[in-house]
């Protein structure tokens, strides 16, 4: 299974201000996920990334409110923007393989806005 | 709507209490079932992924199953280092849609 990390790992940020969380992965990957885990809630996905097109949205997520980059096939951000303290959340990153179904998961990014 | 739900939502056991965690979904099209163990603060870890009713796989202690409607983790003569959540999860055939579809997950904790 591949080895994923994401920076940063935790951080508190001021309300209307902007954050971008790095997934970087040690292997190339076809397909990379942001997934939110809100507290005593399930993980939901926000967008599908793959490189060389634009990120997937599910619904109730937009692209202005969580752009997404994925320049290469090692490495995405995640930019959650505007912030409210609704969106304290952890974030996760999950990679797939090409041939098999099952998702990796980084360690993720707590965040908290005050 | 995908739909995933786990019970229950926390057990508690003694060391050596055999028990089952059952997860129960409802999918247009199932390509497969995922579980996933997750320890505080970390991601989550996989564990078994079941394609077709039927289907059981075994890891140590846990061994999971697959019906058409629901899925069971069995965790026979636990530890305590088997506490953790674990999280069930479903992908669907079709619409080129990859995301999986989580349930809330069951927070286990086996004491000594």
């Known amino acids: 299974s591949a080895v994923i990390s994401q920076k940063p790992s935790r951080d508190i940020c001021q309300r209307g201000t902007s954050l971008t969380i790095q997934c970087q992965v040690d292997?190339?990957?076809?397909?990379m996920f942001w997934y939110r885990q809100q507290p005593g809630q399930s993980l939901t996905l926000i967008a599908t990334a793959n490189q060389g097109s634009e990120a997937t949205y599910e619904s109730g997520f937009v692209i202005d409110k969580f752009p997404i980059s994925r320049p290469n096939l090692t490495f995405s951000t995640l930019t959650v923007s505007n912030m409210s303290p609704e969106d304290s959340s952890i974030y996760l990153c999950?990679?797939?393989?090409?041939?098999?179904?099952?998702?990796?998961f980084g360690p993720g990014t707590r965040l908290t806005v005050t | 709507e995908d739909q995933v739900t786990q019970s229950p939502e926390a057990l508690r056991l003694q060391e050596g209490e055999s028990s089952s965690l059952n997860c129960s979904y409802t999918?247009?099209?199932?390509?497969?079932l995922f579980w996933y163990r997750q320890d505080p603060g970390k991601g989550p870890e996989f564990l078994f992924t079941l394609y077709s009713a039927g289907e059981e796989k075994e890891k140590e202690r846990l061994k999971a199953t697959l019906t058409k409607k629901e899925s069971f983790l069995h965790i026979t003569a636990p530890k305590p280092e088997d506490s953790a959540t674990y999280l069930c999860?479903?992908?669907?055939?079709?619409?080129?849609?990859?995301?999986?579809?989580f349930g809330k997950g069951t927070h286990l904790i086996i004491q000594p």
């Open positions: 292997s190339q990957v076809t397909m």
């Open positions: 999950s990679v797939g393989t090409s041939g098999a179904y099952e998702q990796y």
């Open positions: 999918v247009s099209g199932l390509r497969g």
């Open positions: 999860a479903v992908q669907a055939t079709g619409g080129g849609a990859d995301g999986l579809t």
